[in-house]
């Protein structure tokens, strides 16, 4: 009787690994196959890092059974391991590079502001919170500022504090008709030489240090575009109780997961081939490491964080997706000397911050 239970929970166990190991097998193919083709691949990408623990786990029920069924996740793990790296890191040198040392480095902050509505819409302390975000700028002093919705408040004039501070050099993908730019924006302490609006969430400029050139592409992906009513329907899902009413919410995800995949072949990618001199990409992307989007820009380009960064560095503190979606990419003739994520209350996304140099 003991020996049937025990042949029942294994029937079990091993079909609930099927579907784990299934899952996770998927996303690996979310790097290869294009969302417009299939697009189930990259909707269980958003599920990798749980989807590789619940195999972690069943590799140990099995081994503790001593079951050869174990080598089942095993394999999937193995496939899919290598890519933990874009989503934890263990930094090896946190020290503020020198100037002295490396005398043609350049400290570049990305961060979506939303439009200081602080992490939950307080509308009404906009202002409060616009003059943290300039004591944050005064005490970490970037030389570029790569800002998304970006928007001036009523009292505080945030564009003119920050060309105190040097920033005289500034170009929005939108501007107003007093030439105030907004949305998505580069502040710089550096020279602009050039200026190119990809769309209108998207601009691309070109710095001058001293005889050096480097391009910045400074990019909002299209974003979920996630309600309240969205919101619950996740925590829903995230509790095991998956209703019909989210279908609405994941409409929205694959519409976003689409666009992406448009935003990079149409706009993105040849700006990334066809660049001269030495590019950084930044910006909100709204995609997570183990997306289709970002295998294409990782296969060109260097990620700062999985040089220099540290932990999980998520980016997005406002619900989902909570994974690292506000990034930088460099382009092989540069390297990142230190990667920092601030935490802080301004915005529902965390700045992130990088110094970066010509290679050796």
């Not at 099995?62 to 996740?73: C, E, F, G, V, Y």
């Not at 502001?113 to 005064?138: K, M, P, W, Y």
């Not at 997706?321 to 915005?347: A, C, G, N, W």
């Amino acid at each position: 009787m003991q020996s049937n239970k025990m042949k029942v929970i294994r029937a079990i166990l091993f079909i609930i690994n099927i579907i784990l190991a299934l899952g996770l097998f998927l996303t690996t193919l979310a790097g290869n196959v294009l969302p417009s083709s299939f697009l189930l691949p990259s909707l269980l990408a958003f599920g990798y890092l749980p989807l590789l623990i619940a195999n972690i786990a069943m590799v140990i029920v099995w081994l503790l059974m001593r079951r050869w069924t174990a080598l089942l996740s095993i394999l999937v793990i193995a496939l899919r391991w290598s890519f933990l790296t874009s989503y934890f890191h263990i930094g090896l040198d946190a020290k503020t590079p020198d100037s002295d040392t490396h005398p043609q480095m350049v400290s570049l902050m990305t961060f979506n502001v939303h439009q200081f509505h602080g992490r939950s819409n307080q509308l009404s302390t906009n202002d409060t919170i616009a003059l943290h975000f300039i004591e944050l700028i005064h005490k970490t002093s970037p030389d570029i500022l790569c800002l998304q919705e970006f928007a001036m408040t009523k009292k505080v004039n945030i564009v003119d504090s920050l060309e105190v501070m040097g920033y005289n050099h500034y170009y929005g993908a939108q501007m107003s008709s007093k030439g105030i730019p907004y949305g998505t924006v580069v502040f710089s302490r550096l020279p602009i030489t050039y200026v190119t609006k990809l769309d209108k969430e998207k601009i691309l400029v070109e710095v001058m240090k001293e005889h050096d050139k480097l391009r910045v592409c400074c990019v909002h992906m299209n974003s979920y575009q996630f309600n309240d009513s969205d919101r619950k329907e996740i925590d829903r899902a995230r509790h095991g109780e998956v209703q019909e009413s989210i279908r609405p919410t994941l409409h929205k995800v694959k519409e976003t997961i689409l666009s992406h995949e448009k935003e990079w072949t149409d706009c993105i990618s040849s700006v990334v081939a066809g660049s001269s001199v030495p590019l950084v990409l930044a910006g909100d992307f709204n995609d997570i490491p183990s997306s289709w989007l970002y295998r294409h820009i990782s296969e060109v380009m260097t990620d700062c964080f999985k040089e220099k960064g540290n932990g999980l560095s998520i980016t997005y503190n406002g619900g989902f997706p909570k994974f690292r979606i506000d990034m930088v990419f460099h382009s092989k003739e540069l390297q990142t000397l230190r990667y920092r994520r601030i935490r802080t209350d301004i915005s529902d996304h965390y700045p992130v911050m990088v110094t970066l140099n010509h290679a050796k």
